[in-house]
């Protein structure tokens, strides 16, 4: 599936911010925005959280800044991919993104939707792909996440999809199992698909650092249309949220 196979794709908004911080809270800002219209639209917000280290920053502003608002307990929480590690691992993306936020925020536990880490990496994609179609109208039309949050790998990946990995071109599980490269410790990982990524309604890709500038340029440029980060896309909006550094 190419972004132009989809009716309504949008062409990407590249948004440029001074640095890391102005993206972070940019990107609060478009969740809360989202969120609130979410809430208006379906009384709930379906966002899906991106792992890595860009989203830090992120996840601690909405905590610190955001964490009041009426939406978090209309919120349901899951995640575009995770290293098959516990939860406790210091790689572990649900981890990471309950220390800087769920821990912070009226998100009710049943609203989190962490992917099992800890389970055998085959099992865990199955079982979220169970979870992800009881979370959403198996109509192949109806959106999906409200937000779904990705950032992008100096190489191209997002999520855990990487270059020339089968799991890019699967069309109809929604979870898969996959192997990362080897330079890419943990290397078991379980990450959400190209379907159900591309049914949210608003793709946030967010990229900040000199070490993406490459890429970035590749993928904006239209030089990379294969790469699985420049396949992604919302079916309302596709925002890249880009700092200077990662500009070429
Ligand atoms: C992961 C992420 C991955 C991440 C990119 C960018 O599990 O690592 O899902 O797709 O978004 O690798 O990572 P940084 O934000 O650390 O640059």
């Not at 790689?91 to 220390?99: I, K, P, R, T, V």
């Not at 198996?138 to 779904?148: G, H, K, L, R, Y």
């Not at 199992?177 to 379907?195: I, K």
Request: with cysteine; glycine share 8%.
């Amino acid at each position: 599936m190419t972004p132009a196979d989809r009716p309504g794709s949008g062409a990407r908004e590249v948004e440029v911010y001074d640095h890391a911080a102005a993206v972070s809270r940019a990107a609060a800002d478009g969740i809360d925005a989202a969120a609130v219209a979410a809430v208006g639209r379906s009384g709930r917000f379906a966002i899906a959280l991106a792992g890595g280290s860009t989203p830090r920053l992120l996840y601690a502003r909405l905590a610190a800044e955001y964490g009041a608002r009426a939406w978090w307990p209309l919120t349901e929480v899951f995640f575009g991919d995770e290293r098959c590690v516990p939860p406790a691992d210091p790689a572990s993306n649900y981890g990471m993104a309950h220390a800087a936020l769920l821990a912070h925020v009226p998100v009710p536990a049943p609203g989190v939707h962490r992917i099992a880490g800890e389970r055998e990496p085959r099992e865990a994609a199955a079982a979220y792909d169970g979870v992800l179609r009881a979370a959403f109208d198996a109509d192949a039309t109806a959106p999906t996440f409200d937000v779904a949050l990705l950032g992008v790998g100096p190489d191209g990946h997002t999520a855990s999809l990487f270059a020339g990995d089968p799991a890019v071109a699967e069309r109809a599980r929604w979870a898969l199992a996959v192997e990362a490269p080897a330079t890419m410790a943990p290397r078991q990982r379980v990450t959400l698909t190209l379907p159900v990524l591309n049914r949210a309604r608003e793709v946030m890709v967010l990229c900040a650092g000199a070490e993406k500038r490459d890429v970035v340029g590749r993928i904006l440029g239209g030089q990379a249309p294969a790469l699985p980060a420049a396949l992604v896309r919302g079916t309302a909006r596709t925002r890249w949220l880009v700092d200077r550094a990662a500009l070429p």
